[in-house]
């Protein structure tokens, strides 16, 4: 059986640990306060320059974390939670233990990462 109110809060954990880890990034890069789109002048500091791409290229990978934990929550809202949302089947029990927002069964997930929809 799944436990949806142990579910709901590891899942809530989870969201605002990374929502705290974007806004630590965003304080932490140099150039956040700037217009992202900004052309770099030259003689930008490297390191810095090179410190605010890892942020963005992190920041992007936090937020793909947080789509897919936002959606766990909206499905747990919606009582489909623990079904695949490609083919429904439920996903398997062992694999919410270890990745509680897990929206895809394992087979779904392989093919959804290789870029197939
Ligand atoms: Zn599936």
Do not use: W
């Not at 003689?43 to 890892?54: N, S």
Request: proline share 3%; glycine share 6%.
């Amino acid at each position: 059986m799944i436990d949806i109110k142990k579910i709901t809060r590891q899942v809530t954990i989870q969201r605002n640990a990374i929502l705290s880890k974007i806004k630590r990034l965003r304080r932490d890069d140099p150039f956040s306060s700037v217009d992202r789109s900004l052309i770099v002048e030259p003689g930008t500091d490297a390191g810095m320059l090179f410190g605010h791409e890892q942020a963005v290229v992190f920041e992007q990978r936090l937020k793909s974390d947080l789509k897919e934990i936002e959606f766990a929550l909206r499905k747990i809202k919606k009582g489909t939670y623990g079904k695949c949302e490609k083919c429904g089947q439920p996903i398997e029990f062992k694999r919410l233990e270890v990745k509680p927002s897990a929206i895809y069964c394992l087979d779904d997930e392989r093919k959804v990462e290789r870029g197939g929809k």
